[in-house]
T-cell receptor, first 115, second 109 residues
Framework: NAGVTQTPKFRVLKTGQSMTLLCAQD?????MYWYRQDPGMGLRLIHY???????AKGEVPDGYNVSRLKKQNFLLGLESAAPSQTSVYFC??????????????FGSGTRLTVV | SQQGEEDPQALSIQEGENATMNCSYK?????LQWYRQNSGRGLVHLIL?????REKHSGRLRVTLDTSKKSSSLLITASRAADTASYFC?????????FGQGTELSVKP
C-alpha cells in the first residue's frame, strides 16, 4: 500500500516561475488537504477538497490554486512563485471529515525553495 | 491565530523516563488528535480522543482531555530513543484539522 504519494520531493524555483505539486492517494479517500509547514508556525491549511470536483480555501490560500479532477489526485499549483512560498508542503487524505472522528494520512512532503 | 498551542516547545529526557506534552486550544472541538513527525518525514496519526472522552490509551501512549479547561496532554511512558520526534496536537474545527506548533522531544540513550 503506497498510501499518500507526493511528487516531486524537492524543487528549487526562481521567483515568478510556476509549478504544480502532485498528490496521489490509493485509499479511496474522499477528503484531501494541502498544508504548508514553516519553522515555528506548525502546519497551516492551504486548500482542501471534500470530494472529486470540489475545492475550498483554507487558512492561507493566497498565491495557490488547486484542482481535484480525479478522486485519487489533488494538485497544488503556484502560478508565480515568491520567496515567501519557500516551505515544506504536505498533502493529506482522510476517508471522511475529521468531525466524523477520522485521522489523516500524510504524504512525506515536498521541500520547495524559491530563490 | 493558532487554535492549538503545545507546551513545552522542546523537551529532552533520558531513555526510560516518561514524557508529557500539553496542548491548549481556544474553541469548542469535536475531537482532538495527536500526531508524530520524525525529522524530514510526514506526520503520522497516533491517537484520537473525542470530546466526550476524558482519557484514552494506546500502547505506551496516554491521552487526556479536559474540555472545561480546553486542554489535552500526551504522556509517553518508558520512552525510547526511537520516540525522538516532534509531536503535534490537532483540533477539529469545522471539519478541518488545525495543528499546533508542536513539541520537539529528544530522548537520549
Amino acid at each position: 500500500n503506497a498510501g499518500v504519494t507526493q511528487t516531486p520531493k524537492f524543487r528549487v524555483l526562481k521567483t515568478g516561475q510556476s509549478m504544480t505539486l502532485l498528490c496521489a492517494q490509493d485509499m479511496n479517500h474522499e477528503y484531501m488537504y494541502w498544508y504548508r509547514q514553516d519553522p515555528g508556525m506548525g502546519l497551516r491549511l492551504i486548500h482542501y477538497s471534500v470530494g472529486e470536483g470540489t475545492t475550498a480555501k483554507g487558512e492561507v490560500p493566497d498565491g495557490y490554486n488547486v484542482s481535484r479532477l480525479k478522486k485519487q489526485n489533488f494538485l497544488l499549483g503556484l502560478e508565480s512563485a515568491a520567496p515567501s512560498q519557500t516551505s515544506v508542503y504536505f498533502c493529506a487524505s482522510s476517508p471522511l471529515s475529521s468531525t466524523a472522528n477520522y485521522g489523516y494520512t500524510f504524504g512525506s512532503g515536498t521541500r520547495l525553495t524559491v530563490v | 491565530s493558532q487554535q492549538g498551542e503545545e507546551d513545552p516547545q522542546a523537551l529532552s529526557i533520558q531513555e526510560g523516563e516518561n514524557a508529557t506534552m500539553n496542548c491548549s486550544y481556544k474553541t469548542s472541538i469535536n475531537n482532538l488528535q495527536w500526531y508524530r513527525q520524525n525529522s524530514g518525514r510526514g506526520l503520522v496519526h497516533l491517537i484520537l480522543i473525542r470530546s466526550n472522552e476524558r482519557e484514552k490509551h494506546s500502547g505506551r501512549l496516554r491521552v487526556t482531555l479536559d474540555t472545561s479547561k480546553k486542554s489535552s496532554s500526551l504522556l509517553i511512558t518508558a520512552s525510547r530513543a526511537a520516540d525522538t520526534a516532534s509531536y503535534f496536537c490537532a483540533t477539529d474545527v469545522g471539519g478541518k484539522l488545525i495543528f499546533g506548533q508542536g513539541t520537539e522531544l529528544s530522548v537520549k540513550p
